[in-house]
T-cell receptor
Framework: DQQVKQNSPSLSVQEGRISILNCDYT??????FLWYKKYPAEGPTFLIS?????DKNEDGRFTVFLNKSAKHLSLHIVPSQPGDSAVYFC???????????????FGQGTTLQVKP | DGGITQSPKYLFRKEGQNVTLSCEQN?????MYWYRQDPGQGLRLIYY???????QKGDIAEGYSVSREKKESFPLTVTSAQKNPTAFYLC?????????????FGDGTRLSIL
C-alpha cells in the first residue's frame, strides 16, 4: 500500500521555465512533508520542507505548496536550470507514535530533465 | 567537513554469505537510518536507531541486522536470509530523530549478487 505517491515517473522542461513536481498522499495525519533531490550514484539531498499547518513554503527558486483537502503537495522550481536535472523524492512524516518517531515515508521519485 | 560516509561504494555477495555495510557519521547526530532503494521505487526503511544501544525494525527488516554500539556508527549486515539483496543501500542521520527533521544521507552502497 503506497502511502506517498509520485505518479509521474519523469518530467522534461526547458531551461528558464517552471518545473512542477507533484506528490499525493493517503493519510491525512501526515504532518510534515519534505522534498529531496538525488543525482545518480549519490545520496538524496534535502531541499525544502513544509509543516501541515502551512500551505506554502519558499526557499529561493524552490516553493512547496500543500493542499490538505486534496492530500496533494507540489514542488515548483522557477526558473529551472540544467543543474536541476535529477530525481526528486517527496517524503512524509507519519502520524505521532513512538514507533513512528523520526520515520519518513518516501514516494517513488520523479526524474526531472531540464533541457538547455 | 561533517557528513556521512558509507563504504564500500560497491559490494558483491556470494550466495549464502553475510556482508556488512559500513556507515559512519561525524555530524554528532543521535538518530541513524538504513534504507533500501530498488529501481523505480522510493526508499524503504530497513532499520533505525534513535540512541546508542537501541534500534527498531523498519518496514522491511527481514534478512537484515544492525548494531549501534557507538553514536557515530550504524553498520548494516545483509544476511543469507535476505533472498533478494541486490539493491542500492542508503544510510542517513538526523539530529535527534524528531518528527519532520530532515535526514542527511550518505552516497550509498550498491550491493550485487555474484
Amino acid at each position: 500500500d503506497q502511502q506517498v505517491k509520485q505518479n509521474s515517473p519523469s518530467l522534461s522542461v526547458q531551461e528558464g521555465r517552471i518545473s512542477i513536481l507533484n506528490c499525493d498522499y493517503t493519510n491525512s495525519m501526515f504532518d510534515y512533508f519534505l522534498w529531496y533531490k538525488k543525482y545518480p550514484a549519490e545520496g538524496p539531498t534535502f531541499l525544502i520542507s513544509i509543516s501541515s499547518i502551512k500551505d506554502k513554503n519558499e526557499d529561493g527558486r524552490f516553493t512547496v505548496f500543500l493542499n490538505k483537502s486534496a492530500k496533494h503537495l507540489s514542488l515548483h522550481i522557477v526558473p529551472s536550470q540544467p543543474g536541476d536535472s535529477a530525481v526528486y523524492f517527496c517524503a512524509a512524516s507519519p502520524p505521532w507514535g513512538s514507533s513512528n518517531t523520526g520515520k519518513l515515508i518516501f514516494g517513488q521519485g520523479t526524474t526531472l530533465q531540464v533541457k538547455p | 567537513d561533517g557528513g556521512i560516509t558509507q563504504s564500500p561504494k560497491y559490494l558483491f555477495r556470494k550466495e549464502g554469505q553475510n556482508v556488512t555495510l559500513s556507515c559512519e557519521q561525524n555530524l554528532n547526530h543521535d538518530a541513524m537510518y538504513w534504507y533500501r532503494q530498488d529501481p523505480g521505487q522510493g526508499l524503504r526503511l530497513i532499520y533505525y536507531s534513535q540512541i546508542v544501544n537501541d534500534f527498531q525494525k523498519g518496514d522491511i527488516a527481514e534478512g537484515y541486522s544492525v548494531s549501534r554500539e557507538k553514536k557515530e556508527s550504524f553498520p548494516l549486515t545483509v544476511t543469507s536470509a535476505q533472498k533478494n539483496p541486490t539493491a542500492f543501500y542508503l544510510c542517513a542521520s538526523s539530529i535527534s530523530g524528531g518528527r519532520g527533521q530532515p535526514q542527511h544521507f550518505g552516497d550509498g552502497t550498491r550491493l550485487s549478487i555474484l
